[in-house]
């Protein structure tokens, strides 16, 4: 069995989760059973929707505050009807009136309610149900296909606080408790044991896998959680995945050497991991130089990549000319910014460029007050992008690192040239300069102005002076190498 742990996932996700989706598809081309398992808690939303929504199944994910119970990993089934056979005969006659998502019954007296949180508009599936009395919020319920767990309050410093959590069986039998005091800090009490943090809560979970020198052990992210993983394993072997630049350039010189505070843990327990795995061969070698270097040690790591392509994607149609695409989360680091200027830059060469740009996140609001009224700008929200990249002539890439990039292999699936930065690790990996797009040298001492007139200036070049079928047949050259039926080959040595 392969297990893999993580903390949290979002409608939003990054790309470590879309790099365990993809992980788990190429593990079941090749039949390996593997667990995904999730450490941080989610108050507003059931796990299995997110999860779901990526990729996973069902049966592949593991939620640590329900493990212990006898839950399985569902979408939420409960009903409206279900809710209310639960509402005892003496609370009495109420009302109920609902908007959307969002539903209240009411009872007599005074300010006893309940708010009823809906999975969506137009089912009565209800996930969430708070519970006030007489104006405090007193208990808040989830449900899954019955109730998995409950959150008690009491009113402090004029604030609903939250100081208990019960998660139930099944049956409604009591499993275990999450005990909170004053500074957040967590005490889980079992009918035969007591944990005194979330940490050992997971090293319990670990201990509780029955981990045996067949299984292996795989670390997507170690914060919190690292340490206490390692100390369970057992038998087990074990990986960390790197999913970043592992390093600071900027603080390093030949004697000293700035982890990434991500990576600082795991690289120095690299006794008592069996491999490291990199996405691509660049930064392998260069963590095995460096250990040589600066730690003197020789260490394992591989060449995985985080994602595979199921196949080739060829355009059902003419793509749209002078069209551009980029696919990220909207996040600062990804200089989305950058290329909303950049093409703006670029229009006034190819008055008939267009620019759309996908994906969610934390500077959508901003990113949308900056395109204004330039209608040939869009932001598409989130989408299954599959059929999508090869209705396009090219992928711009603002991010100045990419451990991997996703989306930039997903482009090169779907013949997108990419335009991009010559920085670590992704860009590199997918664009040979001048056959399937251009790399943009980057230095620190550029302005901004600099790189948006460079990324600006290899917009025109690219519609104006490249054989762009020839780019594009050398992007799908590019693609093959990360098809599903090659990267599973890679997965299948490494567990055998």
């Not at 009395?133 to 449900?143: A, E, M, P, T, V």
């Not at 044991?193 to 992210?221: A, N, W």
């Not at 100390?231 to 072997?237: H, Y």
């Not at 690299?270 to 003197?296: P, V």
Request: net charge negative; aromatic share 14%.
């Amino acid at each position: 069995m392969v297990y893999n742990f993580n903390l949290g996932i979002g409608w939003a996700s990054s790309g470590v989760e879309y790099a365990q989706a993809y992980r788990a598809k190429m593990l079941r081309q090749i039949g390996e059973s593997a667990r995904f398992i999730f450490t941080d808690m989610f108050p507003t939303e059931n796990i299995e929707h997110f999860t779901r929504n990526i990729g996973f199944n069902d049966d592949e994910v593991i939620w640590l505050y329900s493990f212990f119970t006898d839950f399985k990993t569902s979408p939420v089934t409960f009903t409206l009807d279900d809710l209310l056979r639960t509402i005892p005969k003496e609370a009495g006659e109420f009302t109920m009136k609902r908007e959307g998502k969002i539903g209240r019954i009411i009872f007599g007296g005074k300010n006893n309610f309940l708010t009823l949180y809906f999975t969506n508009e137009d089912k009565d599936l209800v996930h969430r149900v708070e519970v006030v009395s007489n104006g405090f919020l007193i208990r808040k319920d989830y449900y899954t296909y019955a109730r998995l767990y409950s959150e008690y309050y009491a009113p402090l410093n004029g604030r609903a606080h939250l100081y208990l959590r019960r998660f139930f069986n099944t049956d409604g039998s009591l499993c275990y408790e999450e005990l909170k005091d004053d500074d957040d800090e967590s005490m889980f009490r079992f009918k035969d044991h007591i944990f005194y943090s979330k940490v050992e809560l997971v090293g319990y979970l670990v201990k509780s896998l029955g981990l045996t020198d067949k299984d292996l052990i795989i670390i997507d992210r170690t914060t919190d959680i690292g340490q206490v993983i390692l100390e369970n394993a057992s038998q087990a072997r074990t990986a960390i995945v790197i999913h970043a630049d592992h390093y600071s350039k900027n603080n390093s010189d030949d004697s000293y050497i700035l982890w990434n505070n991500y990576y600082e843990y795991p690289f120095d327990m690299a006794d008592h991991i069996d491999y490291y795995i990199a996405s691509t061969d660049m930064e392998r070698d260069l963590l095995k130089d460096q250990f040589r270097q600066y730690i003197g040690k020789d260490i394992s790591v591989v060449t995985i990549p985080a994602g595979g392509l199921g196949k080739l994607y060829k355009p059902q149609k003419k793509r749209k000319p002078f069209s551009i695409i980029t696919a990220s989360r909207l996040a600062s680091e990804k200089h989305i910014d950058w290329i909303i200027k950049a093409v703006r830059e670029a229009k006034k060469d190819l008055p008939e460029l267009t620019l759309d740009i996908y994906g969610q996140g934390e500077n959508y609001k901003l990113l949308k007050k900056m395109i204004g009224k330039d209608h040939y700008i869009r932001l598409m929200g989130q989408h299954d992008m599959t059929l999508v990249y090869r209705n396009y002539e090219l992928y711009l890439a603002g991010s100045t690192s990419e451990g991997f990039g996703l989306s930039l292999m997903e482009a090169v699936g779907s013949g997108l040239p990419i335009i991009g930065f010559d920085v670590p690790y992704g860009n590199p990996a997918f664009v040979d300069e001048g056959e399937n797009g251009y790399l943009i040298s980057y230095n620190d001492t550029d302005t901004e102005e600099d790189r948006i007139r460079a990324l600006a200036s290899a917009v025109v070049k690219y519609f104006k002076e490249s054989d762009m079928e020839k780019f594009h047949e050398h992007s799908y050259e590019k693609a093959s190498y990360y098809l599903v039926d090659n990267l599973s080959k890679r997965w299948k040595e490494i567990l055998n």
